[in-house]
């Protein structure tokens, strides 16, 4: 008799069936199988022949029902990058599984629906290809005919550049089949047109936008070998393509890559991981490449593409709100003039602001913003208390009387909103801006058309991810960079200088970009300013090191919900952490209260000793044995 091990997409590990004599030969890793689980019937996937269990529990053991199908869903390397995920992120294979194919993989939706698209570009006019280097080109295709694993970060000078060398490369392809990963699903239906051309029905669009039916005859396209291109979001690293000589991630920096809940992955790492088992070519592209992949490049990790290509770039203009009279609050007379002058010529213009409105406490006089004494984070302030709090350790304190920098009384709050700007906007130009915020903005909106023919738009950072360089602006304004300096993240800074690159990458090469600052002496203005994001990153890359922030350390982010664990028991796991292993700093833990009234305990542990983080990480798991109400959530890297 033969046993296999079956996993289910649920927060379990692999089962062991029998497997009965009709169904051996069918009985290979990755297949889907029909089992009982409980007291229903399940779809999972083969793992692996299992040994023979004890004779004490043999009798418990039941047989599974059916092997639909006749090729696995997961190929042998799909099955490594699940052993590995789960490994990495400290996670159950199920997790892992449900996460890397949809629930349509396991469950046949009957309602088949044409694969729509999304509004988008309509026109595939390209600007002239000669600018992409043969000298690239050559370079990752002789990488993918050695089917040989090489990781590639490309710094593109725009995001059209990455839009056209992407169009070339796939052009020039010799073999095998590709993955496309963008951050959004605009930007899907903006690339679709771009690929398609060359593509044509080999093509398949996978990202959670689709209805179900859509998604199920995708997979089954892909399974079938009739698709050899899939251009998707996050989940689209997962798709279970045969023969994958080259993964492609475009803006490998953004944040939405990253999931926030659940499973908590990074696709463009998953890319990386399943390129070197796919024996794959990976190519990661942006306008401002991740610190840690420019820093993988230092290490000799990924071959760094920067291409000679000269371009045109708007000017950008960095106003020091100190020095600058406001008409309005929050926009100073020079962006107030400019635009006023771009009106007058029909020209579109962005206004950009942090919705959230942080209040952060700052120093007129040097600039200096309040951080917190370990960890090096901007402290917040909360009104409830009247106090200055770090969301990442806990630590909290009184404001002070002055700045701890240069000793001045001069020291304010620091932070607006949306709405007030809208108002302002109205009252100054007699001009109704069109507000693209999280209440105005759906995953699968079609902004082009929601911006189309108007004057002035005004958004959040949300607005900068989901529009693209077609959607050309005249002139931007960028009404609160203090924001983005300032947030509670030693990453802050990087993704101050990526946010503001995306706003400038959204103006056309001779339009204006107007960046209004309390902290004009910050280093970030003067890289920013120049577009020197070499500069920027050895700036940045030493001031992480002196932290030892990642990448020169490893971080995991543990974060307690519920009602149904002890804080002193908290407290002794982690002393007892702190005194076994002197490599560990644990950061925290901060306690606050969640929107149903249940503690919510977080801590940050930081140390260089990958082992040792990761044997910590898992003794705080072991806290939720015998708790009912208690979920712990691990994010490594986040």
């Known amino acids: 008799m033969e046993f296999i091990d079956v996993l289910f997409p649920i927060n379990l590990g692999p089962l062991t ?3 009965p004599d009709n169904l051996i030969d069918k009985a290979l890793p990755g297949m889907l199988v029909s089992a009982p689980l409980k007291n229903q019937t399940a779809k999972g996937i083969i793992l692996s022949k299992s040994s023979p269990p004890a004779r004490y529990t043999l009798h418990a053991i039941r047989p599974i029902t059916d092997i639909p199908g006749e090729a696995p869903m997961l190929e042998p390397p799909l099955l490594k990058l699940l052993d590995w995920m789960s490994d990495y992120y400290i996670a159950n294979k199920g997790v892992v599984l449900k996460n890397m194919l949809p629930k349509e993989a396991f469950k046949k939706v009957k309602a088949r629906e044409a694969q729509g698209r999304e509004q988008g570009a309509e026109s595939t006019e390209q600007r002239p290809l000669d600018e992409i280097e043969e000298n690239i080109i050559s370079a990752i295709n002789g990488s993918v005919v050695n089917k040989e694993y090489k990781t590639f970060l490309l710094h593109a000078p725009t995001s059209f550049y990455e839009i056209a060398f992407i169009r070339k490369l796939l052009q020039t392809r010799q073999q095998g089949s590709a993955i496309i990963l963008v951050p959004e699903i605009v930007h899907t239906s903006y690339i679709e047109p771009f690929i398609r051309e060359i593509a044509g029905e080999k093509l398949c669009i996978l990202h959670s936008g689709m209805s179900h039916g859509q998604r199920s005859a995708t997979i089954e396209k892909v399974l079938s070998g009739k698709c050899n291109v899939v251009l998707g979001t996050r989940a689209a690293v997962f798709a279970p393509l045969k023969n994958v000589s080259l993964l492609l991630v475009m803006q490998e920096h953004s944040s939405s890559y990253k999931t926030e809940e659940g499973l ?13 088992l796919e024996k794959a070519t990976v190519v990661l592209s942006s306008i401002c490449p991740s610190l840690e992949s420019i820093y993988n490049v230092k290490q000799n990790k990924y071959a760094f593409l920067k291409p000679e290509a000269s371009v045109q770039r708007p000017k950008i203009r960095i106003l020091n709100m100190y ?6 609050q929050n926009i100073s007379k020079t962006v107030i003039d400019a635009a006023s002058y771009a009106i007058k010529k029909n020209e579109r213009i962005m206004f950009v602001i942090n919705r959230k409105g942080y209040s952060l406490l700052t120093c007129k006089e040097c600039d200096n913003t309040e951080t917190c004494n370990s960890c090096g984070i901007p402290l917040i302030f909360h009104k409830d208390d009247k106090t200055l709090r770090c969301h990442y350790c806990g630590f909290s304190s009184l404001p002070p009387e002055k700045c701890k920098k240069c000793g001045s009384f001069k020291i304010e709050l620091i932070g607006t909103g949306i709405q007030r700007v809208e108002e302002n906007i109205k009252k100054l130009f007699n001009i109704d801006p069109v507000r693209l915020d999280s209440d105005r903005i759906e995953k699968k909106a079609g902004l082009s ?22 959607d050309g602006f005249d002139m931007g304004a960028v009404l609160n960079a203090d924001i ?4 509670p993240d030693f990453r802050a ?7 503001l690159s995306a706003v400038a990458d959204k103006i056309k090469p001779m339009g204006r970009v107007f960046i209004q600052t309390r902290m004009p002496r910050n280093y970030l203005f003067k890289f920013i300013r120049n577009y020197d994001y070499a500069g920027f990153c050895e700036e940045e890359l030493s001031k992480r090191k002196e932290m030892s922030y990642p990448p020169y350390s490893k971080i995991v982010l543990i974060t307690f919900k519920g009602s149904d664990y002890d804080d002193n028991r908290v407290a002794t ?35 260089t000793a990958k082992t040792k983080l990761y044997s910590s990480a898992k003794e705080f798991l072991k806290l939720a044995e015998g708790c009912k109400n208690l979920k712990i959530s691990i994010a490594v890297d986040p």
Request: with cysteine; aromatic share 6%.
């Open 493 to 499: 800074i990087e993704k101050a200088y990526q946010e």
């Open 484 to 487: 983005y300096i300032n947030l």
């Open 17 to 19: 069936y029998k497997c």
């Open 573 to 607: 796991v982690i002393k007892r952490l702190a005194e076994d292993n002197k490599e560990l700093e644990i950061l925290g833990p901060s306690v606050s209260m969640s929107r149903k009234g249940l503690k919510e305990h977080s801590m940050l542990i930081k140390t």
């Open 449 to 470: 058309e929601m911006i189309k023919g108007e004057t002035i738009v005004l958004g959040t950072k949300l607005m900068t991810k989901r529009l693209t360089s077609q």
């Open 323 to 328: 020095n600058e009279k406001q008409p309005a």
């Open 264 to 276: 908590r992955y990074n696709a463009r790492d998953v890319a990386v991981m399943r390129g070197y």
